[in-house]
């Protein structure tokens, strides 16, 4: 737009700069024809954005997961996302279910460091070097 020329002008003049998108077809009685037409549609599509992991799996709610390598992975999402307290809660549930899985023992010292405290980072230190065998 030229300087000194309002939104309005520039659009009068030219209104081929704004380009919508097509509107979907009508909708059809024939059904088959109607799913070929919306499969046709090239329209705008929003798409939802989908968690990483469903929160309903989390420590106390009813639901098991024997595996403590996913409990691992989900606390270290939650780290990464800066939930240091909620990645803690998923590294113990890991360590609960498997007291030998050093990598989880790692993690949790970690989480407890983010989070300042350095007596029970310092502790899972502890229990990841006795399980690592180092």
């Not at 990598?103 to 350095?118: K, T």
């Amino acid at each position: 737009m030229p300087p000194g020329q309002s939104l309005g002008q520039a659009l009068a003049v030219r209104p081929q700069l704004i380009a919508l998108p097509a509107p979907p077809p009508p909708a059809l009685t024939n059904p088959a024809a109607a799913d070929a037409q919306a499969l046709a549609y090239a329209g705008p599509s929003v798409e939802p954005e989908l968690p990483s992991f469903d929160m309903t799996d989390q420590p106390g709610s009813g639901i098991e997961i024997a595996d403590p390598a996913v409990w691992m992975m989900k606390g270290d999402q939650m780290r990464a996302k800066g939930d240091t307290i909620g990645a803690i809660a998923l590294y113990k549930e890991a360590v609960q279910i498997d007291p030998a899985f050093s990598p989880a023992w790692r993690n949790l010292a970690l989480a407890y460091q983010d989070a300042g405290d350095e007596g029970k980072a310092m502790e899972a230190f502890r229990h990841f070097k006795s399980v690592a065998g180092n």
